[in-house]
């Protein structure tokens, strides 16, 4: 979406998780160019100190923009506070009109306050614990469940989430697309199902998906 073709690029702090991947495939959507630096979680990266200087949370994404909004660089960190911010400096895939904002803006934060944390809950309960808490990957899976039952609810009758396609559906579907590892039956969400597919076959998204640990 630049004409710009030297235009300094942005740096995404990444590694392969669906929180990553959104913004791989904002910047894919986007057509800007971006540098990838790997954060590599399993040896710690992500407490070294040059990283905590921009993510003080020690949590990829994170982004540097060398062209910020009053012309320094910009750090950002949060999946959701930097779709917010490339949508508003590229003015793509956010609306204008308030009403669509506030549509946009409400399931931009379901998805990081909810399907985000309880997705990385059943992974960790049912994937990486040390221990199988038959309790905890129960909860979490259902709790899975019934998110996944409120954006099929929602996708009746729509191609998106909030109208056309906007940062909703980029921060939603990395989370969403990898059902099978959550315990979920996609075919019992078949309006989520149809908008994966949907979203699955955008170029970009491929493109994005296809960003992978050096």
């Known amino acids: 979406m630049l004409d710009d073709a030297e235009e300094e690029p942005i740096t995404l702090y990444f590694s392969t ?28 990266e992500q407490f070294d100190q040059d990283f905590l200087a921009i993510s003080p949370n020690n949590k990829i994404p994170a982004i540097v923009d060398p062209d910020g909004p009053d012309g320094n660089a910009i750090a950002i960190f949060e999946s959701g506070a930097i ?8 003015g793509a895939f956010y609306p204008s009109n308030e009403r669509a904002k506030a549509d946009v803006d409400q399931w931009l934060f379901w998805q990081v306050g909810g399907l985000g944390p309880m997705v990385g809950q059943r992974n960790h309960f049912a994937n990486s614990a040390p221990e199988k808490i038959p309790y905890a990957i129960d909860r979490y899976t259902k709790e899975v469940e019934r998110l996944f039952g409120v954006m099929n609810k929602r996708l009746e009758g729509r191609p998106y989430l909030a109208g056309a396609y906007s940062i909703a559906d980029i921060a939603s579907f990395p989370a969403a697309r990898i059902w099978k590892t959550l315990g979920q039956d996609i075919t019992k969400f078949p309006n989520v199902e149809r908008w994966l597919n949907d979203i699955g076959a955008r170029p970009a998204v491929s493109k994005g998906l296809a960003v992978k640990k050096p």
Not at 29 to 41: A, H, M, R, S, T
């Open 17 to 44: 998780t669906p929180n990553g991947f959104k913004i791989a495939i904002m910047l894919e959507e986007l057509g800007v160019p971006y540098d990838v630096k790997f954060v590599d979680l399993g040896k710690g």
């Open 83 to 90: 779709l917010l911010y490339l949508a508003r400096k590229f």
